[in-house]
């Protein structure tokens, strides 16, 4: 394998390394000791965010990492793109690939996936006699199911980054985003006014390459589990 020209892969089950698909950012950061655990050695240039290489080869050389957004991991594994991969629980909650198996919960990437509004606004409460909210999110699918279990029609401006605008700016009553520490919402005069769901990073796999890599894909979440009981113990 080249790290130049690593080979091409066009579906979960084709010959070639296996492909690890990582996200952007906070979860890749988190993942670094994980990976260390595990003795996969990415190329030196994978963890660094002025990185512009997508496809890294790594001390594997059955192994190749693709790094891409964090919402995409889950599609890249579940149509192929990749064999296996880390995402956040509310992006598998958001997508709800059957094509995903995810056999760990690799217990990084905390967060909270929250419904906000601005600070001493009543539009939560007041939902109760409403039938219909306009809310901003990059959630439609949780946020919809969430409110229509209370009988509410949930009316969604998607928007992909800077939720915390909208409702000052008469987008929206609320908006559902991925809370971490809350200090964005509350430099944007929002509050936390519910929890949808908690989330942590899973390991997922692509189902048919379970199936025709089994060895391979065993090994890899073997690895994988084997370094997160060291880091318990």
Known sequence: MSALHPTPIQTADATGPVVLALPKGRILKALAPVLKATSIEPASDCLEEG????????????????????FDVATFVAFGGAHIGVCGADVLMEFDYPEIYAPLDLGIGGGRVSIAQPVGSAALTDSA???QLRIATKYPNITQRHFAARGINADVVHLNGAMELAPNLGLSSLIVDLVDTGSTLRANGLEEVEVIANVTSRLIVNRTALKTRPEEIGSLIA???RALAERQS
């Open 129 to 131: 006699r409403c039938s």
């Open 51 to 70: 990185s512009r290489r997508l496809r890294f080869p790594t001390s594997d050389a059955n192994l190749d990492v693709v790094r891409v957004r964090s």
């Open 223 to 225: 690895r994988f589990r």
